[in-house]
């Protein structure tokens, strides 16, 4: 991730995996985070973007939250470090 001078995000790329047969691309979380919405919509964006099914280790309803709650701790996370908080 990068952020401009004002500390916002100009570039970021996100991934998930472990929802799905392969990793997923955020393209909509993506450009969601870089035109400055707010976390709980990126959030609602990844979920919605996931397409998980259940098996014997999880349901699809948790797996899809899981993500959700993975980027949202990712995103803080190197956001936090890209303004050098």
């Known amino acids: 991730m990068s952020v401009d001078e004002a500390g916002t ?3 970021a790329a996100i991934a998930v995996f472990g ?3 392969t990793p997923v691309r955020m ?3 993506e450009a969601a985070l870089v035109t400055g919405a707010p976390m709980a919509d ?3 964006v990844v979920e919605a973007a996931v397409e998980p099914v259940d098996d014997l280790h999880a349901s699809a309803e948790y797996r899809r939250r899981v993500a959700g709650v993975m ?3 990712a995103l803080t ?3 936090e470090e890209a303004r050098g908080v």
């Open 42 to 44: 990126i959030v609602n």
């Open 9 to 11: 995000p100009a570039r």
């Open 77 to 79: 996370s190197a956001l």
């Open 27 to 29: 393209d909509a979380a």
């Open 71 to 73: 980027v949202e701790r």
């Open 19 to 21: 929802v799905d047969s």
